[in-house]
């Protein structure tokens, strides 16, 4: 049942969109069980990858600084931007004793500081072959938070002979087509990690640069750091147990029509406008 909201949420919102992607909006979201982590494994060693850098070199030009986190159970991939962002609100609400909502993830660093996007709010577990997705939707969603299951990797590559040097590591070119996508990878074979960013795995060595070849979704890898760091996994609860059909179209449908996904009904008739964007699953 569509909830009718009053005009000025249309105000408030539109102020608030920007690219998470190509073309895709959708406003971010503060309440995803940040001040209820539990620590589920530690890493001691982890990668840390930018996405989609105008410069390599300026992480204010990063759409998200990803991490690669390799514990003994488990790897994870999330977004370091939002974890150093969830300990600064944790740390602000505390010292101000402050008990309500925040409006905006006040601490995210980056190009943009107020976008939401599934690849920056969606954790991803490996563990053994199976990966699960931690699915966080944007503002005023938060009853589609979902967790599903599925094989990994489930990418099958084909190894090319062209070299270059990543982090003063020699890596290798192998490609591949996923989900109505082709991506290209660089992998080192002296980094004993299987994986990559996001849901990329499944090469004999640690994918230090990805994109699809039509440049649209690029990470690369930007330190290889070692040390001692703990892995955190969301409350369950707050994460129910679904498919990844109905998370994929959830994400589609919230970046393509915010407004109309959430149950916006505007009291002066306007009708929400749906945005064409390259979602990166297209299947």
């Not at 969830?86 to 008990?99: C, F, L, Q, S």
């Not at 996923?178 to 060595?205: S, T």
Request: aromatic share 14%.
């Amino acid at each position: 049942m569509k909830r009718v909201m009053i005009i000025a949420l249309a105000t408030v919102c539109s102020g608030a969109w920007a690219q998470p992607k190509v073309d895709g909006r959708a406003p971010i979201r503060e309440k995803r069980g940040y001040d209820k982590r539990i620590v589920v494994d530690t890493a001691k060693v982890r990668v840390l990858y930018a996405l989609n850098a105008k410069n390599i070199k300026d992480e204010n030009t990063y759409l998200d600084l990803g991490k690669l986190e390799v514990g003994k159970q488990m790897r994870k991939y999330s977004s370091e931007f939002v974890y150093t962002s969830d300990i600064e609100i944790a740390k602000w609400k505390r010292e101000r004793g402050y008990k309500g909502y925040v409006p905006k993830t006040f601490f995210i660093r980056g190009e943009k500081t107020d976008n939401w996007s599934e690849l920056v709010y969606s954790d991803y577990f490996i563990q053994g072959y199976k990966l699960t997705e931690w699915a966080c939707m944007p503002l005023w969603a938060e009853k589609d938070n979902g967790r599903y299951t599925e094989d990994w990797p489930l990418m099958h590559w084909e190894l090319r002979d062209s070299t270059k040097t990543i982090l003063s590591h020699k890596c290798q070119m192998a490609t591949c087509h996923f989900r109505g996508r082709d991506f290209v990878a660089w992998f080192a074979a002296d980094v004993p990690i299987k994986g990559g960013p996001w849901k990329f795995g499944g090469l004999p060595g640690c994918i230090l640069k990805v994109h699809d070849t039509k440049f649209y979704y690029r990470w690369e890898a930007v330190a290889i750091e070692r040390g001692t760091f703990p892995i955190y996994q969301y409350p369950e609860s707050l994460y129910p147990k679904t498919s990844r059909k109905r998370i994929w179209k959830l994400q589609k449908e919230y970046t393509e029509n915010y407004l109309n996904a959430i149950g916006w009904i505007s009291l002066e008739g306007r009708v929400p406008k749906r945005i064409t964007y390259e979602q990166l699953e297209k299947e």
